[in-house]
C-alpha cells in the first residue's frame, strides 16, 4: 500500500523517547528525561510579546513564501555581522525550522542515487530525508580517539564520482563534537576541489564552549557559492515549537527553495516570524543566549565529572550543543543492544537516554543536559547505581 520512497521511513527516536517520557510522568512515573533536544529555559517574554502585537495587528495571513523581508533582511546582518558572510536577503528563505530548511535542500540538491557524506555518529534525521530525495547517505565513521571531530582526512576515502554533498554539523548532535576552523578550512577546499556541496547546520552555533564558532561560509566566496547555511531559532533562543528555521543558498538555489517552499508549505507560520525578527534585533536577546550558554557550560562540566566516575564508561568531553555522548560498549553488550541497555535504565533506574544506535553509533547513549543540575546528578547517579547490579 506505502509509497516505495516512505516504505522505510522511521518516526524519529529523539521525539518517540519524549513522548514515552512525558507519558510515564503523566501515570506518576519518577522518571528523569535525559532525551530532550530542546533547551529547559522558556522563549524569552519579549519574543513573545512581540509575537502577540503581531497577532493583535493581524499580521496572520499568508506571507512571502521565503519569509517577511524584514525578518531576511535582519538576517543577512546577523550573517554578515556575526558569521561573517555575505548571503543578500534574496538567497535567505524561512521555512518551518531547520529540519524543513535541510530537507528543502536535500530536494533541491539531490538526484536520483546521488551520494550524501554523512560523518558518524549523525544527526537521526539526515539519512531519512536523504534517502526521502532520492539519495544515498555514505556513512564516514568518525574516531571516538579524535573526539569524534570530522577531519578531511576522514572524508577522501568516501569520495567518489557520485558524491555530491557533505553533510556538516559542527557542533555535532549527538557529540557535541566542534570542527576547529583551520581543519574547516581543509575540509572547504577539499569540497571546493572536488565540487562537493555542503550543508551545513549551524543550529548549535551559540552553544560552544571551547573556541569559537566558525560558519564555513565565511571560510571564501568559493566556499560560500558551494555551500547552504541553515539555522534556526529553535535552539539559540529556545523557540523549539514555534517551527521558525531558515537556509541561505548560493544562486540560483534559493529561488528554487523559496519556490519549494511555496508549493508546499506556503510559508513559515505569519506571527511566529514576527516573533524570529525580535529575538534577531532586541539587545536582550543576547544577554538571554549568553546565560543559557554559560548554565549549559555548568551542566556540561558536571555531567562530564559524574559520568567519568562511572566504570567502564568513556566519555568524550563535549565542546559544544548540549549533548554528551558516552561509550557504554561495556554494558550494552553485557544486555545485548545499546536499546536494550536503554530499556534497562528505564525499567531499572528511572532515567531515559537515546541510544547511541539512533545515531549510527551502536554501543553508546545521548544524554542531554538540559535539565537541572539536580536532576542531572540525580539521574546520572540513578545511572551509575542500575549499571553497578550488572556487574
Ligand atoms: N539539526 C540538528 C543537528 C538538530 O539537532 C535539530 C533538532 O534537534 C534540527 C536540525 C532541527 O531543528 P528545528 O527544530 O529548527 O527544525
Known sequence: MLSERVKHIKPAPTLALTARVNQLKAQGVDIIGFGAGEPDFDTPDFIKEACIK????????????????????????????????????????????????????????????????????????????????GGKPVVVPLSEDKGFVLTAEDLLPYITERTRMLVLNSPSNPTGAVVPPKELERIAQLCVERRIFIVS???????????????????????????????????????????????????????????????TLSNATSFAQYGALEALTNPQARSFVEKMKETFRERRNTALRLLSQIPHVKVVKPSGAFYIFPNFRYYSSLLGSDLALADYLVEKGRVACVPGSAFGAEGYLRLSYCLSSQEIEEGIGRIKEALSQLL
Open 54 to 133: 503581531a497577532l493583535r495587528e493581524g499580521k496572520t495571513k499568508y506571507t512571502p513564501s521565503a519569509g517577511i523581508l524584514p525578518l531576511r533582511e535582519a538576517l543577512s546582518e546577523k550573517l554578515k555581522k556575526e558569521n561573517r558572510v555575505e548571503y543578500s536577503p534574496s538567497q535567505i528563505v524561512v521555512t518551518a525550522g531547520a529540519k524543513m530548511a535541510l530537507y528543502l535542500v536535500f530536494l533541491a540538491v539531490l538526484n536520483e542515487g546521488d551520494e550524501v557524506l554523512l560523518p558518524s555518529p549523525y544527526w537521526v534525521s539526515y539519512p531519512e530525508q536523504i534517502q526521502l530525495c
Open 201 to 263: 547546520d549551524e543550529c548549535y552555533e551559540a552553544f560552544v564552549y571551547e573556541g569559537e564558532f566558525v560558519s564555513v561560509a565565511s571560510l571564501s566566496p568559493e566556499v560560500r557559492d558551494i555551500t547552504f547555511t541553515v539555522n534556526a531559532f529553535s535552539k539559540t533562543f529556545s523557540m523549539t515549537g514555534w517551527r521558525v528555521g531558515y537556509v541561505a543558498s548560493p544562486e540560483p538555489f534559493a529561488r528554487v527553495i523559496a519556490d519549494l517552499n511555496s508549493q
